[in-house]
């Protein structure tokens, strides 16, 4: 009897070491060395207003229009380049938003779509400086 009881309180020392053995390894969040930080990794962001703006839209048969204020978010360094060229930013977005329906940018999966499509409309243009857009109001009529 006493080495079955031997036996057991091996099994579980030994099912107890490898569960602390996984839980300090897989579990366990991965320090940094000495020196590192985060914040190198993230780029710093500036926000470029791109001024209000109001659209028509491509509604066959009625008027409709859009009103939207991008502002994009680039990377900080980059900002006075960005600057300087939102008359194209502009440009673009009138093209990419008038292409569009009152129907199309109405809901909220049409909004998101728009600024994917927009987003990758100005990666011509900014590459890895454009970082994403918003629009601080956004309504169709």
Same mark, same amino acid.
């Given at each position: ?7 057991? %309180?091996?099994?579980?020392? =030994?099912? +107890?070491?490898?569960?602390?053995? &996984?839980?300090? @390894?897989?579990?366990? !969040?991965? #320090? ?43 990377? %900080?360094?980059?900002?006075? =380049?960005? +600057?300087?060229?939102?008359?194209? &930013?502009?440009? @673009?977005?009138?093209? !990419?938003? #008038? ?43």
């Amino acid at each position: 009897m006493s080495k079955t009881v031997i036996i057991i %309180a091996v099994a579980v020392v =030994a099912l +107890a070491g490898a569960s602390a053995f &996984v839980a300090l @390894r897989v579990l366990s !969040v991965p #320090t940094q060395a000495a020196g590192q930080s985060h914040a190198t990794d993230i780029p710093k962001v500036a926000y470029v207003e791109i001024r209000e703006m109001t659209l028509r839209l491509a509604d066959a048969g009625s008027e409709h229009y859009i009103k939207i204020d991008p502002v994009m978010a680039v990377r %900080a360094k980059e900002e006075r =380049a960005v +600057a300087d060229k939102i008359p194209v &930013v502009r440009d @673009r977005i009138v093209t !990419v938003v #008038t292409a569009r329906s009152s129907n199309e940018l109405s809901s909220p999966t049409g909004q998101r779509k728009l600024k994917e499509d927009l987003v990758a409309v100005l990666r011509k243009d900014f590459q890895d400086t454009l970082v994403d857009i918003y629009f601080s109001d956004y309504l169709v009529e």
